[in-house]
């Protein structure tokens, strides 16, 4: 099932009170660069530091009660962990969380913090979501899936619905792209009240290039997945998620390892955002030439920030 736009305010109005409508700010020194007026949304500036909690409050709110009393399951590469953790523990029910044994440890101490179980699975975060789903399907509890579940996708389409109210005059949107359920959102927004007139871009890791390589062969296709600083967007693409982002975004650009350490680098330095890999690679990909606007203003989507300090501070030290 496709999310309608209906749907998207149906999810704003479920998500108000809970999710922050974040900020929409204008950057000096990327409009300098860019040559066009740039803005950033601060989803990293999002409860859980992550824009995850608003799809994942979506789903699990509109769940039946009883449904919802036999406890969720998620797998995740941290940040829709995260998220799942904080609803269940505000709904009061048990959550076991699955994520990569490579994830942040930042992001499983917060999963943890929040209450939830929270088991490591060797290998990526597919073998994270085949572990996940084995065991939701075992107990009979709810699988909340992070980029595929509708709800999760109109939750995050509410990103969206807040640029457009922000700068109604927008013409192009970059958006981190990992399973495809943030730029499917954001994209039925944008076409359902804006049409054709803003561009849609997603942005890869080059090492998680599942979404570009599906792109480029009209299809989900096999891509290779290696660590990646941008380990939010690790992982494949799922068909009904292609088909989604396909039907919303122009193109997908792919942007390197050090652009993504640079990224994150110069926005705490030039704007004092704390910014994850995945949240940085709208910036990545403009600092290292992947993308570059074919008009102004244009809205470069800040993700998330659970970024570990220690990783941090050595990026700040090798610039």
């Known amino acids: 099932m496709r999310p309608t736009l209906r749907d998207l305010f149906a999810a704003r109005l479920r998500i108000g009170g809970i999710a922050y409508r974040t900020p929409l700010e204008r950057s000096d020194w990327l409009s300098e660069l860019a040559g066009c007026d740039v803005y950033l949304k601060l989803e990293c500036w999002q409860r859980t530091r992550s824009f995850k909690i608003r799809?994942?409050?979506?789903?699990?709110?509109?769940?039946?009660?009883?449904?919802?009393?036999?406890?969720?399951?998620?797998?995740?590469?941290?940040?829709?962990?995260?998220?799942?953790?904080?609803?269940?523990?505000?709904?009061?029910?048990?959550?076991?969380?699955?994520?990569?044994?490579?994830?942040?440890?930042?992001?499983?101490?917060?999963?943890?913090?929040?209450?939830?179980?929270?088991?490591?699975?060797?290998?990526?975060?597919?073998?994270?979501?085949?572990?996940?789903?084995?065991?939701?399907?075992?107990?009979?509890?709810?699988?909340?899936?992070?980029?595929?579940?509708?709800?999760?996708?109109?939750?995050?389409?509410?990103?969206?619905?807040?640029?457009?109210?922000?700068?109604?005059?927008?013409?192009?949107?970059?958006?981190?792209?990992?399973?495809?359920?943030?730029?499917?959102?954001?994209?039925?927004?944008?076409r359902g009240a804006a049409g054709d007139g803003v561009r849609i871009v997603g942005v890869n890791a080059e090492r998680s290039p599942s979404m570009h390589a599906a792109f480029e062969a009209g299809r989900v296709v096999d891509a290779p997945i290696g660590p990646t600083l941008a380990d939010g967007l690790a992982g494949g693409v799922e068909p009904t998620s292609y088909e989604r982002a396909r039907e919303v975004a122009d193109a997908v650009v792919l942007t390197s390892e050090a652009a993504i350490e640079s990224a994150v680098r110069e926005l705490f330095r030039h704007e004092g955002v704390v910014a994850e890999g995945a949240g940085a690679t709208p910036v990545a990909a403009l600092l290292e030439g992947r993308w570059r606007p074919t008009a102004g203003p244009a809205v470069l989507v800040v993700s998330g920030g659970n970024i570990d300090a220690s990783r941090l501070e050595h990026l700040l030290g090798a610039g």
Not at 95 to 112: D, L, N, S, W
């Open 55 to 190: 799809g994942a409050y979506n789903a699990i709110a509109s769940l039946p009660a009883e449904l919802r009393g036999r406890g969720l399951v998620a797998a995740s590469a941290g940040n829709h962990g995260q998220a799942v953790a904080l609803v269940a523990r505000e709904f009061g029910v048990p959550a076991v969380i699955f994520v990569p044994a490579t994830a942040p440890e930042t992001k499983q101490a917060h999963i943890r913090g929040h209450g939830a179980e929270l088991r490591l699975v060797e290998g990526t975060y597919d073998d994270a979501e085949a572990a996940a789903a084995a065991f939701a399907k075992e107990r009979s509890a709810v699988f909340v899936h992070p980029f595929v579940d509708p709800a999760v996708v109109a939750g995050q389409g509410t990103i969206g619905l807040e640029i457009l109210e922000t700068l109604p005059d927008v013409s192009e949107v970059l958006v981190p792209v990992g399973g495809g359920g943030l730029i499917a959102g954001i994209g039925i927004a944008l």
